[in-house]
């Protein structure tokens, strides 16, 4: 096996146990009485729907480069799912949301109409 791939492997494993260890690190520190929390509380808040956005991007940049019908499809997906994010503040609902969104109007709208 190649050397590349392993580290490439240790590297990714290592960063995927940072997202997941260091939230849950910090989220037990004291909060603070405000509304609007202290910093280290907004930025725990914001790795949820960040994190989903970083991966339709990283996921859909290659598929809309190499067909561009999926355009429409991802950019519905993705408000649907930023707009269900701020209105439930709940990360599966937004994802569940803007998966099922983008379903539909590539399946109504895409394919029917295009092929």
């Known amino acids: 096996m ?5 580290l ?3 590297v990714v494993g290592a960063a995927n146990y940072g997202f997941r260890y260091i939230p849950l690190r910090f989220s037990r520190m004291p ?3 405000n509304a609007t929390g202290n910093w280290v509380t907004r930025i725990v808040d914001g790795i949820g729907i960040a994190s989903i956005c970083s991966l339709l991007v990283v996921s859909s940049v290659p598929s809309v480069m190499h067909d561009s ?3 429409l ?16 503040r709940s990360i599966v609902l937004a ?5 099922l969104s983008f379903g539909l109007v590539y ?9």
């Open 73 to 88: 499809p991802t950019l519905v997906g993705f408000a649907v799912l930023t707009i269900c994010y701020y209105q439930s």
């Open 31 to 33: 909060r603070q009485t």
């Open 8 to 10: 490439i492997g240790l």
């Open 95 to 99: 994802t569940l949301a803007g998966a």
């Open 69 to 71: 019908d999926k355009l």
């Open 107 to 115: 399946k109504f709208f895409v394919i029917t109409i295009f092929t």
């Open 2 to 6: 190649n050397s590349t791939v392993i």
